[in-house]
């Protein structure tokens, strides 16, 4: 199976998304000089060209990207060749109107915005191979043919009548009889039997609260769907270019895909990632994509699109400050990536992305946008041949799973106050703030390589899941659980005693009595800390340490945290300070230390292969303190056992 490697051959990949048929053809020869002006080597062509390609039904119009890619390979760059299939042309929604999707009111969502097709249409999937199958064969052997990028951003949804009979066919497969399906799904309740297929429909809009399975079935069937419209093309340009590898690119923590299953498809597994420049905790959010991307991957990643600058969608939308973009491109690439890429190439002067920055801005080549990239591509040169390939360990493992996050999202919950991916983001950037690199893993993988495992919240585990986080602490591993963990099974069925009784043992707790949510303000104290969002009325097994105490209220005398001899349960969310003082010391005591001890709070250190890098997220000079002599690779100056960072500096160390 082709690799990521088969592509950067040794450099990182520098460059992003290419829309030459926005410009007239003497603009393309500017941006060659300018791209090799700022040492870019990679370009992804094709994205949103699909009616540029097939003007109308069956005619195809090459000729335009046959002159690019000619231009792209004599100028030394090679293309990331995208299949246009994300954005198809407003002819074929007005032929075949049941290949736009409906949304859950039954409105279509038309075209003159892009994702406008329904994964289940035939239509959609017959005519999105036509064009992948005539691209693939036509720059099958082209040179400047580097990789394969199907679709973009995968996010669409369907309510119509096409998707309705695909997601029958999809719960025959799973379950394989009403019967099944009616146990799943709690039909029993509010009289909701089925007795024939045609009475299944996805979660179409209700008077009151739908059916928590039935939605969480929907949410596994969009992502399967979405996962067949990617497989199809790309088993097409596989048949024609075995050699080449095939992404396409995540969005992060996107609700609509498992990106574990999805990973196992891809040859690359690729991401875009937008911090908030203004986010004062943009660089933990990164970091945690960062994290996440590299897990899936089992290795280097690709950054497919970042922001050179503002984007076009907040409600505000700042600029990178000088030198952020630099500082977080270089965070991607300790933690994993072997390229770094931007959407886009030029800033477009027409549509809706206009005011969506790019690595030529409007300001052109004198702008500080590109004089910025020009320093990155420089830098990123002279790094490649030493990173790219190469890995990160980690001693924590952080556990996520989308359909346990899907099954917690249902609408009749305790309290919409708890999101998942805040509770998610709250764990991760403690150990993040404790200057400790994690892993992201699925709850049925292999956890034996990790010194402790960290499970801020899964609500919904399946029996195997639990096996293996049993398994791993039976083995001598350290393992803490955040609240609201282990509730449910696979079909959202409430497990016997509020949290499955295995999982209770494991952790220490005799009786699960009652959850209590907190109200926006509202907060629980212990005797070692503050919690918010968040508290449980539980009883300890008899032999059981309990590490803190709730005070006052209901609650008062209660266990808040509890420790089973490996095994940690916290039943709050500890204010930030807390939870990083809590998760730092049992990291300790299972053995996961950090990269180096000492760091001033803004700086990161990373250590990927046999580099050290020093990342600075503030704006005030700090020093670091480091034994021995360390050469930086980004400007060639040797340290001595001290080492100054200045605005958001970054350091790549070879001692």
């Known amino acids: 199976m082709p690799r990521l490697s088969d592509t950067t051959r040794g450099r ?5 998304d290419y829309n030459p048929e926005q410009w007239p053809e003497e603009t393309w020869h500017e941006d060659v000089r300018l791209m090799k002006d700022a040492g870019v080597n990679s370009v992804t062509l094709g994205v949103f060209s699909w009616a540029r390609l097939e003007p109308r039904p069956g005619e195809r119009d090459f000729g335009w990207l046959d002159r690019l890619m000619d231009l792209m390979h004599g100028s030394g760059i090679g293309v990331v060749l995208a299949t246009p299939t994300s954005s198809p042309p407003p002819w074929l929604g007005r032929l075949h109107p049941e290949s736009l999707p409906r949304d859950e009111d039954g409105r279509t969502e038309w075209w003159g915005g892009r994702q406008h097709f329904s994964h289940s249409s035939a239509a959609y999937r017959g005519r999105a191979a036509a064009i992948t199958e005539d691209l693939a064969a036509r720059y099958a052997d082209h040179p400047a043919l580097t990789l394969w990028h199907i679709n973009n951003e995968y996010c669409t949804y369907d309510w119509g009548d096409e998707a309705a009979a695909r997601f029958r066919g999809w719960l025959g497969e799973r379950y394989g009889s009403l019967d099944a399906l009616n146990s799943a799904w709690g039909t029993a309740f509010w009289s909701q039997g089925y007795g024939d297929w045609a009475e299944v429909l996805p979660p179409r809009h209700a008077h009151y609260l739908k059916n928590p399975t039935q939605v969480l079935d929907f ?8 996962l067949e419209c990617y497989a199809a093309e790309r088993d097409i340009v596989r048949r024609h270019t075995p050699h080449i590898p095939v992404t396409t690119n995540f969005m992060p923590l996107w609700t609509g895909q498992d990106a574990w299953r999805w990973a196992g498809e891809e040859d690359v597994v690729s991401v875009d990632l937008y911090p908030d420049p203004r986010d004062p905790f943009g660089a933990q959010h990164a970091a945690l994509v960062q994290d996440m991307t590299r897990s899936q991957a089992r ?18 939308n700042h600029p990178k400050p000088r030198g952020l973009n630099r500082l977080w491109s270089l965070q991607a690439v300790a933690r994993g990536a072997d390229a770094v890429c931007y959407f886009q190439w030029r800033q477009s002067r027409q549509g809706a992305e206009k005011f969506h920055s790019g690595m030529v801005s409007h300001a052109g080549e004198e702008g500080r946008t590109f004089q910025e990239v020009k320093r990155l591509g420089a830098e990123l040169a002279a790094i490649g041949a030493h990173v790219t390939d190469s890995h990160l360990t980690a001693d924590i493992a952080v556990l996520h799973d989308w359909h346990s996050w899907w099954a917690g999202a249902h609408e009749g919950r305790l309290s919409t106050r708890v999101d998942y991916t805040d509770v998610l983001t709250s764990w991760h950037r403690a150990l993040w703030q404790s200057h400790l690199t994690t892993d992201f893993a699925h709850p049925e993988h292999d956890l034996s390589p990790y010194k402790l495992v ?13 096996d293996n986080l049993l398994a791993y602490v ?26 499955d009784p295995r999982f209770r043992e494991l952790l220490g707790i005799r009786t699960l009595h009652e959850w209590w949510p907190l109200d926006e303000g509202e907060f629980v104290e212990t005797d070692r ?9 539980i009883e300890a097994a008899g032999s059981v340490e309990v590490e803190a105490t709730y005070k006052g209220g209901e609650l008062d005398g209660l266990p808040a945290v509890l420790r089973n001899g490996r095994a940690w349960y916290v039943s709050t969310l500890p204010e930030p300070d807390a939870l990083r003082a809590l998760l730092a010391r049992i990291a300790a005591d299972a053995g996961a230390r950090p990269v180096l001890d000492g760091l001033p709070d803004r700086v990161e250190a990373v250590r990927r292969g046999d580099l050290l890098f020093l990342l600075h997220h503030g704006r005030e000079s700090v020093s670091v303190e480091l034994p021995g002599t360390h050469h930086d690779l980004l400007t060639g100056a040797s340290f001595t056992d001290e080492i100054t960072l200045g605005r958001y500096g970054v350091m790549v160390l070879r001692s």
Do not use: C, H
């Open 12 to 16: 990182i990949l520098f460059g992003g």
């Open 219 to 226: 949410k596994r069937f969009t992502s399967d769907m979405l």
């Open 299 to 316: 290795g280097p990643w690709m950054l497919m699109e970042q922001a050179a600058g503002p984007v076009n969608w907040r409600g505000v």
């Open 454 to 466: 960290v499970v801020p919240q899964l609500y919904a585990l399946t029996d195997p899941a639990i």
């Open 474 to 499: 039976r083995a001598g591993g350290t393992l803490v659980s955040g609240f609201l963990t282990g509730v449910a099974d696979q079909d959202d069925r409430v497990r016997p005693g509020g949290m």
């Open 529 to 537: 800390f503050r919690g918010i969002l968040w508290s449980e009325e």
